[in-house]
């Protein structure tokens, strides 16, 4: 039987396992923690979709143009169009499995009004879309799981893909409850680990996403593609432990902007874009707020309590609890925060990558959003690019012959061994921590040659004490590994940043406000014995 191992049982993890199943393949599903503290858990606002009661004078075409307009026409139209065209079918299998959207009197899906978009195409779940999502997919891989054909591999972590001439086999994987390292050989391999927030500190995601996974395959030759393209979300809770992301949702619903000057309200995106202006994309809206230089606020306290008991729920819940504010009467301090990655690991339209049987789904791989996501596109793309990994992975012969990699796997346990068991001046969580600051401070909403260089600088210096540093055996042998892979995708993504002389979607240059016609190209970086190579894929590759 063909089998295949997925690393991640978010919701693109886990639609790609499921619709593996569905087609007689077996899967071993990887996650250090169940599905319901998956990142996609998060996901509040909704999915966009033109469906056949389209309203509003709506099409496929238009969610197409918007998309790619909204990615500063740097996603590959092929990619887009079967994005857009396939996300009724999405939304009409997501129903299928048990997931519950907001609908009106008459049963159909209602739509809410989403950045970017000039029509009302997001479908949603109150302000829990991710988690219903979820849910739903969790009853449906346990059915699976009860017909043998999904096997769950909880507590487990990613170590490194098992790659030889260019053909991937499997995963090596982590278990420090179970002794270590363990192999699982597969026909397919595919990776649904999410974005790179704990790469930058305190972020709107979860720090289950730390970006290894990307680092770790990028050291072993996969290529990654538009990691300078990072988007702030612009509305955010700042709390102790995490910036709480105020769901696109309350915009959506009819939300302002504002901020206080002579004791009156500025509402500064309508003023300088119209009635539609607090439903500019992200890039947009974070910049704006980052220019006021002062507190920004968002209110929703006009709107019905009612309506914001019907579909902001989780929001004023998370206000109150958090802050002490209820959004239906009060203003939500708020302020940009690192939110997703359009960057990740380079794919083709089957989203396999540059690696043979190494594929990528979800916030991981790198293939729909160009410059800039569009807020609702992330769960459509987390789910179809599930979908279409499935096909393309049951549709190929099985049975290659396997090279050996026991000595490998036996040279990767000897690593390990040697880091561990000692204390140390310099432990693995104070770098990452400093690597943190590094970036959330040199990658920020505006960036210059001066920042991005300091950036590379402190990242080599420590690139270049992390092999050389014993650890404390008490420290989990995960984040004693992970720390050269996490480095390395730092370095990557100030390179990428670097390069980019223009500013175009998240990525501003103040040096470079300009956008280029000739820089309209997606960036692909590889690493080759310690070089790392950016170039543009003038050619369009990943797009083939």
């Known amino acids: 039987m063909k089998n295949a191992v997925v690393i991640g049982s978010g919701i693109s993890g886990m639609t790609c396992a499921v619709k593996l199943a569905e087609k007689g393949v077996s899967v071993v599903l990887v996650s250090p923690f169940p599905s ?42 092929k990619a ?46 109150g302000s829990s879309t991710g988690k219903q999502i979820v849910s739903a997919l969790i009853m449906e891989a346990r059915r699976y799981e009860a017909a043998g054909l999904i096997k769950r591999r909880l507590w487990s972590c990613f170590h490194s893909a098992l790659i030889k001439d260019g053909v991937c086999y499997g995963a090596l994987l982590f278990d420090e409850t179970a002794g270590g390292l363990t192999a699982e050989y597969a026909d397919a391999l595919v990776i649904a680990a999410g974005g790179q927030n704990a790469l930058f500190g ?26 300078e393209f990072i988007q702030y979300h ?56 980052f220019s006021c230089g002062r507190q920004v606020y968002l209110d929703v306290s006009f709107l019905d309590r009612k309506l914001i008991g019907r579909r902001l729920p989780e929001v004023r819940e998370l206000c109150l609890k958090y802050a002490g ?56 793309a987390a789910v179809y690019g599930g979908m279409v990994a499935a096909d393309a992975i049951a549709g190929r012969e099985s049975g290659t012959v396997r090279p050996d990699f026991s000595a490998y796997i036996e040279d990767e346990k000897r690593a390990l061994s040697k880091l561990y068991g000692t204390k140390s001046s310099f432990p693995a969580e104070y770098i990452r921590g400093m690597a943190a600051e590094t970036l959330s401070g ?51 993504v100030l390179v990428c940043a670097l390069g980019r002389r223009e500013s175009r979607g998240s990525h501003y240059r103040s040096d470079h406000p300009e956008t280029l016609p000739e820089m309209g190209y997606p960036t692909i970086i590889s690493y080759d014995g310690g070089r790392y190579a950016a170039r543009l894929d003038r050619e369009g590759y990943y797009e083939s």
């Open 234 to 289: 612009p509305t955010t809770l700042e709390t102790p432990q995490k910036k709480m992301l105020i769901s696109e949702a309350a915009r959506g619903e009819g939300g302002r902007l504002f901020y206080i000057e002579d004791g009156r309200r500025v509402y500064f995106m309508e003023d300088r874009y119209g009635p539609r202006g607090n439903l500019m994309t992200r890039d947009v809206v974070s910049r704006e707020i």
């Open 36 to 77: 319901e503290r998956s990142q996609s858990v998060m996901a509040a606002g909704g999915i966009n979709a033109v469906l056949p009661d389209n309203g509003e004078g709506d099409s496929v075409a238009l969610h197409i143009e918007e998309t790619l307009s909204g990615g500063g026409m740097l996603a590959g139209r």
């Open 442 to 492: 040199d990658l920020g909403i505006v960036r210059d040659e001066k920042t991005l260089a300091k950036g590379i600088k402190d990242i080599d210096y420590y690139l270049s004490i992390a092999g050389k540093i014993s650890y404390d055996s008490s420290v989990m042998m995960y984040s004693i590994y992970s720390l050269t892979g996490i480095l390395s995708l730092a370095r990557a």
């Open 325 to 380: 504010i209820d959004i239906a009467s009060q203003p939500v301090p708020v302020s940009p925060s690192v939110h997703f990655f359009m960057g990740g690991l380079a794919v083709r339209l089957d989203h396999e990558t540059n690696i043979r049987n190494l594929f990528a789904v979800g916030e991981c791989a790198s293939i729909y959003h160009g410059a800039n996501r569009l807020g609702g596109n992330s769960l459509l």
């Open 80 to 125: 887009v169009t079967g994005l857009c065209e396939g996300a009724a079918v999405v939304i009409e299998y997501l129903e299928s499995i048990g997931t519950v959207f907001s609908t009106d009197e008459s049963g159909r899906p209602l739509r809410r009004a989403f950045g970017g978009q000039s029509k009302r195409r997001t479908c949603y779940c």
């Open 202 to 227: 305190k972020t709107t995601g979860s720090t289950q996403c730390d970006g290894y996974t990307a680092g770790k395959l990028f050291l072993q030759g996969a290529e990654l593609k538009n990691l």
